[in-house]
């Protein structure tokens, strides 16, 4: 099944002041946000998923990852990164799971940016106007945490009861002012020797 797309929408915001002081270095994040038909809608409980996954995903991911580089300016200035979707009402967090969580869709951003950690990621169901939240983490590792970063913004008429939402968020920077320290030195403290994990934040 061909994707069938109805509108592409980007985001970008520049953050110049944070707790009130200048920041040295503006922090700038950027989303590209595919509002597409979901080709699993009014056909009931569809059993295998796959088919349009692999139709559909890698094209997903080429134009989402075309689109913000785009606003990013290359793959090498990205430092955070992350995922989401959102399904419209007729359709099953699922269907909207489905597209996000395939290498067929990640790989495509992942190489581009040379990224090593996992996309971070949201998937949820919900209507228009519905506020697409992509979380970020650094690229390269994912105990920094001055590189925990939320894009959010809305498409007021996305997504529709029969629509998917997929988008793709970036950061060029951290936040201003980091001051909580990373992972690490929460490991050190506490004098674990676990690897690190999803489980230290």
Known sequence: MPLQLRKLVTYSETTLIEGGRAATTPLRMHAAAAVLTNPWAGRGFVEDLRPEIHDIAPQLGTLLTEEVLKLAGSGEAVEGYGKAAIVGTSGEVEHASALIHTLRFGNHYRKAVGAKSYLAFTNTRGGPNTPVVIPLMDKLDEG??????????????????????????????????????????????????????????
């Open 144 to 201: 920094r945490r001055s590189h925990y970063l939320t894009i959010q913004f809305s498409i007021l008429d996305a997504p529709a009861p029969d629509e998917i939402v997929v988008a793709l968020g970036a950061s060029i920077g951290g936040r201003p002012h980091h001051r909580i320290g990373d992972r690490y030195q929460d490991l050190k403290e506490l004098g674990s020797t676990q690897e690190l994990g999803a489980a230290h934040v």
